[in-house]
């Protein structure tokens, strides 16, 4: 079992940037595949991010591709998103969560079996 902290949200403007932590408990972080899901008021969790139990491979949704960056130590048992040029549409609670053995190439909200408290990213206009 494994268990999920994040940090690093708060208010940024417009085509800011911000970068999520998630820290994970436990010695065997290195067999999960971890991603990033978020979650706006009103509308269903969607899928951010994920990232292979290696860091090999990483995978993005298309509304992210070559903004946001998906990273892991797996020495210090925290994955990392960073995310660039922001925009207002994408204000939500943003979620860690851990699969384990996973490969990382799942977005669906059921494969990931462990999931953080979330944090809030506001993106103002």
């Known amino acids: 079992q494994v268990q999920l902290v994040e940090s690093g949200g708060g208010l940024v403007q417009a085509g800011g940037s911000l970068r999520l932590s998630c820290a994970a408990s436990?010695?065997?972080?290195?067999?999960?595949?971890m991603a990033w899901f978020r979650q706006a008021p009103g509308k269903e969790r969607e899928f951010v991010t994920a990232i292979s139990q290696s860091g090999g491979s990483t995978f993005y949704a298309d509304s992210v591709k070559g903004r946001f960056t998906i990273s892991r130590d797996n020495a210090k048992n925290t994955v990392y998103l960073q995310m660039n040029s922001l925009k207002p549409e994408e204000t939500a609670v943003y979620y860690c969560?851990?699969?384990?053995?996973?490969?990382?190439?799942?977005?669906?909200?059921?494969?990931?079996?462990?999931w953080g408290q979330g944090t809030q990213v506001t993106v103002s206009s």
């Open positions: 969560a851990a699969n384990r053995y996973g490969t990382g190439r799942s977005r669906s909200v059921s494969s990931y079996n462990y």
């Open positions: 436990g010695r065997t972080f290195s067999t999960y595949a």
